[in-house]
């Protein structure tokens, strides 16, 4: 079946310095695919996505990435601050009609002051 | 403000027990899920609805049942026939036409079930 992979459970970085979450997925035909941020106790958040149709997508202070061809997304968050420690999840939108989300596992981000 | 609504934040529940678990929305969405998330795991999806008075099982469908009389309201039931019901539940929605929205789902705080 589908699935959504993240590359690593937690990644540490120090504040200021930029980070790069990775992800993977496995069907090709995914055409949608979003990042969300989930703090401790509380629902994830949209942060940003982008459409299959696309190599990268630039917001506030990050950044994603998609390469079609190994089937591989990435985050990126500049200047990392305090703030921005969560769980970050991916996730792909199935190529049906359903608009079911395939969520990776999560990756901790962990910021050092 | 618009948004979703879960209720209780916190649920404790006896072995044996069904529990219901609220989710109200009034973002005039069409489609609503429910996910399941376990410490160290991604959300897995139980069940979702894509229109009133219809729903399709997800992934881990077993245990759980839900209703859609309301196109604001999808509850979501935890019977005693689910084997390990301590979890997160988080529900979402999102519009439902794909070819004038971008996919994203708007979750809810989340409900925190601990069966005892």
């Known amino acids: 079946g589908e699935s959504v992979g993240l590359h690593l459970p937690t990644l540490s970085v120090q504040e200021g310095d930029n980070s790069i979450i990775n992800c993977a997925y496995s069907?090709?035909?995914?055409?949608?695919f979003i990042w969300y941020k989930q703090e401790s106790g509380k629902g994830p958040q949209f942060i940003i996505d982008i459409r299959s149709n696309m190599d990268k997508r630039q917001g506030q202070r990050v950044t994603v990435l998609l390469n079609k061809t190994v089937k591989h997304l990435s985050l990126q968050i500049a200047a990392t601050q305090p703030g921005d420690s969560a769980v970050y999840f991916c996730a792909s939108r199935d190529a049906g009609n359903t608009g079911k989300l395939i969520f990776g596992q999560g990756t901790t981000l962990q910021v050092k002051p | 403000d618009g948004g979703i609504t879960q209720s209780p934040k916190y649920l404790f529940r006896k072995e044996g027990q069904n529990v219901t678990l609220s989710c109200e929305q009034n973002?005039?969405?069409?489609?609503m899920y429910w996910y399941r998330q376990d410490p160290g795991q991604g959300l897995r999806l139980i069940y979702y609805s894509q229109i009133v008075n219809d729903f399709q099982k997800g992934d881990i469908a077993e245990g759980y049942s839900v209703s859609r009389e309301k196109k604001e309201s999808f509850p979501l039931t935890v019977t005693s026939a689910q084997k390990n019901p301590t979890a997160f539940y988080l529900c979402a929605s999102s519009p439902r036409d794909r070819g004038t929205n971008t996919g994203e789902l708007f979750f809810g705080e989340g409900s925190r079930l601990t069966v005892l």
């Open positions: 973002l005039n969405h069409d489609a």
């Open positions: 069907n090709s035909a995914s055409d949608y």
